[in-house]
């Protein structure tokens, strides 16, 4: 999701600490795809032995052939490592953003159509607008029904990579109030 500070007064605004609610349905998330990234690292694991046992064995035998394999096992220990850490990076930054304030605004929320810059999976943009109507966060939003242009005035809490989490107090389910155990099933919720 692209984010657009398009005013300096954003850094002025009345903002809070996340509560540990906050963090912890977040935190379920990050459990969650660690159960996921077992696979990757256990792969990273056994690939690095392999390595390390062919080296042993080609240095302990005359024939020194079977070295040239190592190389492969390597690579393959490599190649899981970096997919341990694509799984992990999302949620590892999300859970970093929780230590970052959610800033709370009196003014607007502005929904406006895509443009030519807008992503293919974005539906158009959502804005938190000051109370003079200019614009102090924007974010392109994911969906599948497109955005029509309107404004409407709110009392507004977001977080720069979050976005928009509660409208008068109603949470728009950028953060659910609850995760299920290691977020299994989140997938499905609309």
Known sequence: ????????????????????????????????????AIEPFLGCVVFA??????????NAQPDHSLIVIAPLFALAS???????????????????QTYRPIFI????????????????????????????KTVACEWEWPGTVRLENRTIPARIEFSVYGGIHKIDGINTGVLPEHLPTLAIGIAPRH
């Not at 999701?1 to 954003?10: A, P, W």
């Not at 899981?80 to 850490?85: L, Q």
């Open 49 to 58: 032995f392999f390595t390390w046992g062919i080296i042993v064995r080609a």
């Open 1 to 36: 999701m692209k984010v657009r500070f398009l005013d300096n007064r954003t850094r002025m605004l009345a903002y809070r600490p996340w509560t540990e609610k906050e963090r912890q349905v977040v935190m379920r998330g990050v459990w969650g795809r660690s159960a996921i």
């Open 78 to 96: 490599v190649a899981f490592g970096i997919y341990m850490v694509a799984v992990m990076f999302a949620p590892l930054r999300a859970l970093a």
């Open 105 to 132: 605004v009196d003014g607007y929320v502005r929904y406006r159509e895509p443009d030519e810059h807008c992503d293919d999976d974005a539906i158009g943009y959502v804005a938190a607008l000051f109370e003079d």
